[in-house]
């Protein structure tokens, strides 16, 4: 029987509704930027610079998918720890940003290392979860969690704590998809209020507990911290049924709605094309998953099996997080919205998920699966 190419088997569905997804965050940020109405300014060439950023996030999505992901278990450490040297140097030459020293410049760019570190976590993660089919005992549980904690640590000192959270979120979904003993999993679930303790005394900045109390009570301070919250509520509301149509929101187009081309993205979407339009975003972005979860169900190995599931759990995470805190149901903490929200460094990592899984889709078909 002749053999298949190995392209025969990519898993198209996910391509495709990874290129819309993007394709709908651009037109959408141009509509947010304001450029058509002339009321950009600074804005006004994020989405050129998004487009840019889309073309090198499909070039390196395109050579990850060139070579076999099971070498990727080689990497896994060596990249693990120059992520954590790079977050180490954040302190010392980092450039600070909103208050914030988590960029390297890097001349006409800048690199964010805690994305690196979402990559490295979740490839490290994968290769010491895929060692065995066991659920992990006391020794094996602690070894992945302080592998994830390191780079968690120096994450929240930048201070960025929504990332640190995808992180953990990432790790401990792997964690579960995987398997642990029974004690463990219900040790770590009465541990959860001590903590949130820790974290709330210890680990939180004065901003960040606030965005908390703001998220129980947004209405308590409608011109600070509960800005945001509110001025994306009126803009969702505000889009009705169908919305007001492409370029005419007037609470993004007339600079109401803060962040409105990252964290708050989606809030632009929805007052542009209204509840119809954002039904059939969250639905774009259920097959999107489903495409993921499907993969990771036909993977041959372990090792691509947990990939696929460490990049589902990250794109659910983060869609979840940001539509819930655009709505006002989750606590406002930075975390963007795949392909919709603007960011460089954030664009780039999608694309590399996206080409893990459709590498390890493309090889579901080889039956050697030893490794050395």
Not at 340 to 367: E, K, Q
Request: charged fraction near 10%; charge should be positive; glycine fraction near 10%.
């Amino acid at each position: 029987m002749e053999k298949k190419p190995l392209v025969t088997y990519i898993n198209w569905g996910l391509a495709f509704f990874a290129l819309v997804l993007f394709l709908i965050g651009e037109v959408n940020l141009y509509s947010a930027s304001g450029a058509r109405l002339g009321t950009g300014s600074t804005l006004s060439n994020f989405y050129q610079k998004q487009a840019i950023w889309g073309l090198c996030g499909l070039a390196s999505m395109v050579a990850v998918m060139s070579f076999d992901y099971r070498k990727l278990r080689a990497v896994a450490w060596p990249f693990y720890i120059v992520t954590l040297v790079l977050l180490l140097l954040v302190p010392l030459i980092g450039t600070t940003v909103y208050g914030a020293k988590r960029w390297i410049s890097l001349g006409a760019m800048s690199i964010q290392p805690s994305e690196l570190a979402k990559i490295s976590v979740f490839l490290l993660g994968a290769r010491l979860l895929a060692k065995d089919g066991e659920p992990l005992g006391w020794k094996g549980f602690a070894g992945v969690a302080a592998m994830g904690l390191v780079p968690v640590a120096f994450i929240v000192k930048q201070p960025d704590l929504g990332t640190a959270i995808m992180i953990a979120l990432i790790l401990g979904c792997m964690i579960l998809f995987h398997g642990v003993k029974g004690s463990i999993f219900k040790i770590c679930v009465l541990a959860v209020p001590a903590v949130f303790y820790v974290m709330w005394n210890y680990g939180m900045h004065d901003y960040q507990r606030q965005r908390i109390l703001t998220f129980l009570d947004p209405s308590a301070d409608p011109l600070g911290s509960g800005y945001h919250i509110l001025q994306s509520r009126i803009a969702i509301g505000s889009g009705q049924l169908w919305g007001k149509g492409f370029t005419e929101g007037t609470q993004s187009q007339l600079r109401f709605l803060p962040e409105r081309h990252s964290d708050f993205a989606v809030a632009v979407f929805g007052e542009e094309w209204g509840f119809v339009g954002c039904t059939c975003l969250v639905a774009i972005f259920c097959f999107f998953l489903l495409s993921i979860f499907t993969t990771a169900a036909q993977a041959k190995d372990r090792f691509g099996s947990l990939l696929c599931a460490g990049v589902f759990f990250y794109f659910f995470w983060e869609i979840f997080i940001n539509m819930g805190m655009v709505v006002g149901i989750m606590p406002v903490v930075g975390i963007p919205l795949p392909f919709i929200s603007y960011g460089g460094s954030a664009t780039i990592v999608n694309f590399i998920f996206i080409g893990i899984v459709l590498n390890v889709a493309m090889r579901r078909s080889l039956t050697n699966f030893d490794y050395d």
